[in-house]
């Protein structure tokens, strides 16, 4: 059964920091692009960052150097340490995971709010 469960969102000021985890079971982890995406209120869903099986990353341009993510393939996890939260980072916080073990999969967690106050 594939699962992917995300944790760590939250209530957090302007300026703080979170780290969010999606762990997952039932995926061939080690060989998925895992990525973040966010849906703000009245917006559609947007990338936020990707992490590729070889370890590349891809940022969304309102994110980078402030977030970060990484994945730990020992533990089928992976993390978006997000520094220098600002109120417009505020939505719902969703894991995807993609790969093309016996066809191809996209695969969505439930989602994470994450709220950050001016």
């Given at each position: 059964?594939?699962?992917?469960?995300?944790?760590?969102?939250?209530?957090?000021?302007?300026?703080?920091?979170?780290?969010?985890?999606?762990t997952t079971s039932g995926i061939a982890f080690?060989?998925?692009?895992?990525?973040?995406?966010?849906?703000?209120?009245?917006?559609?869903?947007?990338?936020?960052?990707?992490?590729?099986?070889?370890?590349?990353?891809?940022?969304?341009?309102?994110?980078?150097?402030?977030?970060?993510?990484?994945?730990?393939?020992?533990?089928?996890t992976v993390y978006l340490q997000m520094n220098?939260?600002?109120?417009?980072?505020?939505?719902?916080?969703?894991?995807?995971?993609?790969?093309?073990?016996?066809?191809?999969?996209?695969?969505?967690?439930?989602?994470?709010?994450?709220?950050?106050?001016?």
């Amino acid at each position: 059964q594939v699962q992917l469960v995300e944790s760590g969102g939250g209530l957090v000021q302007a300026g703080g920091s979170l780290r969010l985890s999606c762990t997952t079971s039932g995926i061939a982890f080690s060989i998925s692009a895992m990525g973040w995406y966010r849906q703000a209120p009245g917006k559609q869903r947007e990338l936020v960052a990707a992490i590729f099986s070889s370890g590349v990353t891809n940022y969304a341009d309102s994110v980078k150097g402030r977030f970060t993510i990484s994945r730990d393939n020992a533990k089928n996890t992976v993390y978006l340490q997000m520094n220098s939260l600002k109120p417009e980072d505020t939505a719902v916080y969703y894991c995807n995971c993609q790969n093309d073990y016996l066809g191809k999969n996209n695969y969505w967690g439930r989602g994470t709010q994450v709220t950050v106050s001016s």
